[in-house]
C-alpha cells in the first residue's frame, strides 16, 4: 500500500514531537518520586536531548534511504529520455508523490514515443515517394541550404550525401562560392517562397566538372504559417 509523502512526514514529525515529550515526563515524575537530586534531573534532562539528537538523525537516514531510490530512477530516466531512449519507464515505488511524478513521466514519455515514430514513418514515406521519382528532387531550405534530395541526383551525379546535405545549392549544383544571382545567373528560390507561384527555368549545372543542362521547377512546400 502506497503511502502519501506528506502523510509519512507527519508520522515521524509527530513521533519526535510527543513520544519523546511523554517518555521524559513519565521518567521525570518516576525519578522524582524516588527523590533524585535536580542536579542529577539536569543530566537525566541532558542526555536525554542528546539521545532524542541521535534518535532525529537515524529517523532522517531512514527516510532519506527511502527517498534516494526513486530520485535517482527519475533522474536515470531523465538521462536516458534526454539520449532518445523514447522506450525506458521509471519503474513503480511505494510513495504515492514519487509514483504520480512517475506516472506523468511514464505517460510523457509513451506519447512521444509514439509522436516519434509517426514522424519518422512520415518522413520515410515522404522519402521513398520521391525517391521514386525518376527525375531529381532537391529540397532546398529558405536560406539556401539543401535538406534533402533523392537517390537518382546521388546516383546520376555521383555524389554522396554528406557532400549534398547542408551544403548551399549554388555549391553543389554551380560549383559556385556565393549565390547564383550574385554569378549573373537566374534564381526564383526568393520569388517562390515570398509568393507561393510555382517557377521554371534552365540552368547548365556544373557538378564534379562535368556539365549537366537542367529544367527546374520551384515548387514551393509551405507549412499553415506560410
Avoid at 167 to 194: A, F, I, Q
Wanted: with cysteine.
Amino acid at each position: 500500500m502506497r503511502r502519501n509523502l506528506f502523510t509519512r512526514l507527519f508520522i515521524v514529525s509527530s513521533s519526535l514531537a510527543v513520544l519523546p515529550v511523554m517518555l521524559f515526563t513519565i521518567i521525570s515524575v518516576y525519578l522524582q518520586e524516588k527523590g533524585m537530586e535536580p542536579f542529577g534531573l539536569k543530566l537525566f534532562f541532558m542526555g536525554f536531548i542528546l539521545l532524542l539528537i541521535v534518535f532525529s538523525f537515524i529517523i532522517s537516514y531512514i527516510f532519506a534511504s527511502k527517498t534516494e531510490k526513486p530520485l535517482k530512477e527519475l533522474v536515470t530516466a531523465a538521462e536516458r529520455f534526454s539520449e532518445g531512449d523514447f522506450d525506458y519507464r521509471v519503474p513503480d515505488v511505494d510513495i504515492e508523490d514519487f509514483q504520480r511524478v512517475n506516472d506523468a513521466f511514464n505517460r510523457m514519455a509513451k506519447d512521444i514515443n509514439l509522436l516519434t515514430k509517426e514522424l519518422d514513418d512520415a518522413k520515410n514515406y515522404f522519402k521513398q515517394l520521391y525517391d521514386s521519382i525518376s527525375n531529381y528532387v532537391i529540397i532546398v531550405s529558405p536560406n539556401k541550404s539543401i535538406v534533402e534530395v533523392n537517390e537518382r541526383f546521388l546516383i546520376d551525379t555521383g555524389l554522396s550525401r554528406d557532400e549534398v546535405i547542408g551544403k548551399k545549392c549554388w555549391e553543389v549544383v554551380h560549383s559556385y562560392s556565393k549565390p547564383c544571382n550574385e554569378m549573373g545567373e537566374v534564381c526564383y528560390l526568393e520569388e517562390v517562397y515570398k509568393d507561393g507561384i510555382q517557377r521554371g527555368i534552365t540552368h547548365v549545372h556544373l557538378i564534379k566538372g562535368r556539365r549537366h543542362i537542367h529544367n527546374i521547377v520551384y515548387t514551393p512546400f509551405r507549412d499553415k504559417e506560410g
